[in-house]
Structures are given as structure tokens and as C-alpha cells.
């Protein structure tokens, strides 16, 4: 099972958006509204941000957002915050003989 | 509140293994999925596999069957993940991660250990 595919790095400057973008198959993505998205700040653990492509686990603030269109899922960060410099990864289910995939990873950079 | 509380670091000499534990509280622990991840140096997050808590029964992804192992203690609420034969590519941090699943659909983690580091130098 190949890693879905995410760009390596996004920026932008406090109080900006940006949006990053995860780009899967029919077989995982594109099949499934299982995706979620994970914050991970260096040294530290994961963090669930999204799950079921949209939804928000209590306590990520809304800021956070999340959405999919055929094989690409995306979460968009908006009024960006020196707190969200971080690494993020997206995931989906993939079937039952796959199970489950992460992406390559974005590195968020707040100028 | 939820915790995953995981051994502490380890370093190891190739062809050994090691045994990581993943202890949980503050929920009941047959309730969810266990999840393994691995993360090398510098590099992304790699599903290992999952283990229900239920039944004990593992499921492990591609490129990790053969010397890789999950296990539970039902009684001490505790999931393991032991590495035999170790070399160094399994040089990496190594997180347990609650698992929300539907049958056996895992959908996403909602609770992560601290990370284990294991170290595999001669």
C-alpha cells in the first residue's frame, strides 16, 4: 500500500489560511469518508485534528477545517497561529486488506 | 482522562529484540482497537497493524509480519509490540495509538501514546 501523497511544505503568514492537500485512490481516499488528519509538533506525539474527512474532536479549535473531492482530501488551517507551525498528516482507511494509510506528511510553516 | 503510557527508550545490539508496553487508563481497554505506528529518523508516520483487544487477535501491514508481534494483558489494561532479530532500519519511535473503529474498519486514532525510541547500534 503506497503512502497518499501530500506537498512536502505550505507557509503563510499569521491570520492567513492555508490549505493543504492529500491526494489518495479510489481504494483508500476516494472510497471511503474515513480520513482523517493529524498534527504532529516536533519531539511530540500526534494529535487528532479531523476525523471522517470533517468532523472536529472536542478541543481543536474550528479554525481547523477539512473536506474531500474524489481522491484528494484537504484540510485548510484559517487565521493561521505561530501554534499551528507544525507537521501534519493525513490517513484513510484503505479497504479491508490494506487497512489504513498515512500520507508523506506537510511540513506548516508560519512566516 | 485517557492516557497511553509507553516504556521508556531502548537502545539494542542487532539480532536482539525488544519488548515496547503501551499501558492505557481511563477507558475500558477492550473497548477500542490497539494501533501500532512507527516513525524512522526525520521520516512520516507508518501504520504497523492493530490489535483487538476483544479477541487478541493481530493484524499486521505489509512489511511488518515475520519478527514483528503484538500482544495484550487484559489484566493490566496493556498492549506490547516485540521486535526480534532487530537491525538497524528498525531504529525509529515507535507509538501506540487507541484506535475508533467500525468492525474492522480502524478510522482514525484518537489517542496516542508518548512514543517509544528504540535504538539499534552495535
Not at chain 1, 482530501?73 to 501554534?83: C, H, K, W
Not at chain 2, 477500542?32 to 487478541?56: C, D, F, H, K, S
Request: with cysteine.
Amino acid at each position: 500500500q503506497s503512502a497518499l501523497t501530500q506537498p512536502p511544505s505550505a507557509s503563510g503568514s499569521p491570520g492567513q489560511s492555508v490549505t493543504i492537500s492529500c491526494t489518495g485512490t479510489s481504494s483508500d481516499v476516494g472510497g471511503y469518508n474515513y480520513v482523517s488528519w493529524y498534527q504532529q509538533h516536533p519531539g511530540k506525539a500526534p494529535k487528532l485534528m479531523i476525523y471522517e474527512v470533517s468532523k472536529r474532536p472536542s478541543g481543536v479549535p474550528d479554525r481547523f477545517s477539512g473536506s474531500k473531492s474524489g481522491n484528494t482530501a484537504s484540510l485548510t488551517v484559517s487565521g493561521l497561529q505561530a501554534e499551528d507551525e507544525a507537521d501534519y498528516y493525513c490517513s484513510s482507511y484503505a479497504g479491508s486488506n490494506n487497512l489504513y494509510v498515512f500520507g508523506t506528511g506537510t511540513k506548516v510553516t508560519v512566516l | 482522562q485517557v492516557q497511553l503510557v509507553q516504556s521508556g527508550s531502548e537502545l539494542k545490539k542487532p539480532g536482539a529484540s525488544v519488548k515496547v508496553s503501551c499501558k492505557a487508563s481511563g477507558y475500558t481497554f477492550t473497548s477500542y482497537a490497539m494501533n501500532w505506528v512507527r516513525q524512522a529518523p526525520g521520516q512520516g508516520l507508518e501504520w504497523m497493524g492493530w490489535i483487538n483487544t476483544n479477541t487478541g487477535n493481530p493484524t499486521y501491514a505489509q512489511g511488518f509480519t515475520g519478527r514483528f508481534v503484538f500482544s495484550l494483558d487484559t489484566s493490566v489494561s496493556t498492549a506490547y509490540l516485540q521486535i526480534s532479530s532487530l537491525k538497524a532500519e528498525d531504529t525509529a519511535v515507535y507509538y501506540c495509538a487507541r484506535g475508533e473503529s467500525l468492525g474492522l474498519a480502524i478510522i482514525y486514532f484518537d489517542y496516542w501514546g508518548q512514543g517509544t525510541l528504540v535504538t539499534v547500534s552495535s
